[in-house]
Every structure is written in C-alpha cells, then in structure tokens.
C-alpha cells in the first residue's frame, strides 16, 4: 500500500504554524527518512498577526526538524502610462511581491496586511476573503514561481475528520492554477485525535493560551465568532488593537452583521464566559 506521506514532487507543504500541519510535516518527514528532498519546500506566509507562541513553535520545528521557508506579502512602486484625451499620464501604483524572512526579521504587527489593505483600499470580509488569497495562496505562487517552477502539488493538512473542508478542496477548478492540491491526512485516515496524541507524546508543542487553538492563525481573525473574538479579548485585549486601528483608518468594518473590534473590546467583559476548551480553530488556506 501507498504511503500517503510520501508525497508527489516537486511540492509545497502549506504549513500554517498549527498542530495540524505540523504532524502532517512530521509524517511526511518520517516517510522521507527525515531528510526531505530539494524539491520539497516547507513554506509558513506569515500576515504579522499570528500569536508569539505560533512562531516560537514554528522556530523550535526549524530548529528540531527542517528548514522553514518563511513568507510575506510585499509590496514596490511602479510607473503606469495611461492614455488619455489630452496626453500621456504617468502615475505610481503599487504592485504585489513577496519577501523572504525568518524568525528573527518576520513581522509581528500586521505590516503584510497592512500593506495589502493600502495596495486594496477597503478591508477583507467574510463574502470576499482577499487576506488568505493574496497573504498566502499568491505569495507561494509568487515564490515557486521565481524558483522555475511551473507546477507543483500543494500538500495542505486537512485531517479526515474535516470531511467538508476535504471535498472543496479535492473538487475545487484547479485548472488555471501552477499546482494540485493533496491532503496526505485525510487520505491516511488521521483524524483530530491523532494529532493530539502525537504532541501529547512530543517533547515540544504549540503552546497557545488554554491550550486550545483559538489563538491560532490571525489572533483576531474576523472569521471566528463573537464569543472566540469576546474571549480572546478578555485574556489578551492588546490583540485587538491592529484590528481597531484598521477599522478605525479605513473608516469600515471587517463584519457588517457584527459590532465593530472597538465595541467588541469593550463589550468583552460584559458577557458571559464559555469553556472553549475544546475548540477547534480552523487552519486558514481557503479551503471554504
């Protein structure tokens, strides 16, 4: 029988910096005897609002396992010539690139998502999901892109359990993109529980607060409901404050069917807690 891990090359391993990507990248690794091929990249697009304990754990894999590829969105200024009635008009517009960084150099105040947000003028929202898009899918592509790579399978660690989030991806129009995506996990039949003992036995593991994974991907990320957002709030208020600023510049809001993060912040201590012990924050790759 096929071993799922040993995967198809060349490949990027889309690793989100959570518990789940991680054991995906361990068992790819144990396939590949712990030393990957050239061919493979490990690649983390970091958007500069992940929580600290996300790039201590990604720093400790790059220390312990493999090298780590970390990304960010970038952008530069360049000349447009546009036609008009009366002449040549010449103006700067921001283009879309991407930066190599690492643990040491890697943002940690959102500046990837702000320079996207100057680059688009409005803010993402649930109906249009531009941050994983542009911070993440098209940063890769961009990378591989200017390694020569004209196709690629993009390994994305969805676990069997994520029946949904498994299909959208196995059935999605990948026709116009440089890669196919696989989800070795789901295909070798591991699940949420397989994870957890796997760190459980692990000398090192992502040490989020409460031990869950609500801190995981964008600490304040509008897709996670109001009362992860409240809670959040509560034990860690200073994560609230770029998602503030960005409303408060743009003069919009991440959620129109919600408070604004100002009101929410406020509200936080007002609500009634939950036990959030056992919640499951989705990795963010656009797979929904």
């Known amino acids: 029988m096929r071993n799922p891990y040993f995967i ?7 690793f989100s910096g959570g518990r789940s990507s991680g054991f995906m990248l361990h068992e790819i690794l144990k396939a590949y005897d712990y030393n990957l091929p050239e061919d493979i990249k490990v690649i983390f697009c970091n958007t500069g609002l992940e929580h600290h304990e996300t790039y201590e754990f990604i720093h400790r894999i790059e220390q312990e ?3 780590v590829i970390w990304l960010e969105y970038e952008t530069y200024k360049a000349i447009k010539e546009i036609q008009r009635d009366d002449g040549l ?3 700067s517009v921001l283009k879309p690139t991407f930066k190599v960084t690492d643990y040491d150099t890697a943002s940690r105040n959102g500046e990837p998502f702000d320079k996207l947000i100057e680059k688009e003028k409005y803010l993402p929202n649930p109906n249009l ?3 994983t898009a542009t911070l993440k899918i098209r940063t890769m592509r961009r990378y591989m892109r200017s390694l020569k790579y004209d196709h690629w399978n993009n390994v994305i660690g969805l676990r069997v359990d994520e029946r949904r989030r498994v299909q959208n991806i196995l059935h999605r129009d990948e026709q116009n993109q440089p890669y196919e995506s696989s989800v070795p996990m789901s295909e070798a039949g591991h699940g949420k529980q397989d994870v957890t003992e796997f760190w459980n036995q ?9 031990g869950g994974n609500i801190f995981g991907n964008c600490v304040g990320c509008f897709l996670k409901g109001t009362d992860l957002l409240e809670h959040i709030a509560r034990e860690e208020p200073h994560q ?16 129109k069917h919600r408070s604004d993060y100002k009101t929410l912040l406020k509200d936080a201590n007002r609500q009634i807690e939950f036990d959030f012990t056992n919640t499951d924050s989705i990795d963010c ?3 929904d």
Not at 8 to 14: K, N
Not at 240 to 255: L, P, S, Y
């Open 8 to 14: 198809e090359t060349p490949a990027v391993i889309s």
């Open 65 to 67: 396992w493999c090298p």
């Open 89 to 91: 008009d010449v103006i």
């Open 129 to 131: 999901r531009m941050c």
């Open 202 to 210: 692990n000398f090192f593991d992502l040490n989020l607060p409460g």
């Open 240 to 255: 609230m404050q770029w998602w503030i600023d960005a409303e408060k510049r743009t003069g919009n809001v991440f959620c």
């Open 285 to 287: 790759f656009c797979t």
